[in-house]
């Protein structure tokens, strides 16, 4: 009986040992990641600190390069008459004209859009026809426009204008699960929109091939080699005749940049 309960106490004081290194363990773990939690979220909770994180980050709009002081003196010099704040305006107009566009499904929700963007619209909503999907952009809240870029070259005027934006973004699929994205997070972007002017059409041969000045057939995409061309030489289809002396948007796109305040 004495070898029994010897053993029974030294087995217990084995799992006693084990229980109580395993607390010390857990404690000096959990104090670890709490200090790093506070370090880097300033909570004692890692999950907590990571959705307040997440959070500060859907509220905290994208900064932009701010050039507009730099470049707008030079495109006034250039065109004179040039109305920055009308085509600000447009620009934003625009943006969320195309977005909207592309959550019914419509180009026709589309505002001051040239045929390459409407091309562009359209693209997109075939694909996500083809994938069953529908994306969704809700309460979107345009923070601010810069200029970010002007470009002089082969007789073509570019200005790229970026706005810092917000909304709601998610997919859903054709039963109406979100596939990707969220309703309850917002997302902070940027988007970037080219203004054109053709200032000399003697000089764009070099650029006839850029797709995103319309300079392509619609319906095979071979290069228009002339500024007048009425028919595609290729396919035999009509082409629209480019307006030259006017400024037009050509192009939208999304553009990742630093996740700050401005």
């Not at 509220?59 to 704040?85: C, G, H, V």
């Not at 000089?203 to 392509?216: E, Q």
């Amino acid at each position: 009986m004495g070898g029994i309960s010897s053993g029974l106490v030294f087995g217990l004081t084995v799992v006693g040992g084990l229980f109580i290194g395993g607390y010390i363990v857990y404690r000096v773990v959990r104090n670890k990641l709490r200090s790093v939690s506070r370090s880097l979220f300033g909570t004692n909770s890692l999950i907590d600190g990571y959705k307040k994180q997440q959070a500060e980050i859907a509220d905290t709009p994208r900064s932009l390069p701010a050039m507009t002081k730099i470049y707008l003196p030079q495109i006034s010099k250039d065109f004179p008459e040039f109305n920055y704040t009308e085509y600000k305006q447009k620009a934003e107009n625009l943006l969320k004209s195309y977005l909207l566009a592309v959550s019914v499904k419509k180009t026709s929700k589309l505002v001051n859009a040239s045929d390459e963007i409407k091309e562009q619209v359209a693209s997109i909503i075939a694909d996500l026809e083809i994938g069953g999907l529908t994306e969704f952009f809700e309460q979107i809240h345009i923070h601010r426009t810069e200029i970010a870029r002007y470009k002089k070259e082969n007789g073509v005027c570019t200005v790229f204008l970026q706005s810092a934006v917000e909304y709601f973004n998610f997919t859903q699929n054709e039963t109406g699960n979100i596939v990707s994205g969220s309703k309850s997070l917002k997302k902070q972007t940027v988007y970037e929109m080219e203004l054109t002017y053709i200032q000399d059409p003697t000089k764009i041969n070099g650029s006839l091939s850029d797709k995103s000045m319309g300079l392509n057939c619609p319906n095979c995409g071979a290069p228009i080699t002339s500024i007048g061309q009425k028919v595609c030489e290729y396919c035999g289809t009509g082409i629209k005749e480019i307006n030259i002396y006017s400024w037009s948007f050509n192009k939208i796109r999304e553009i990742s940049v630093s996740r700050k305040k401005y």
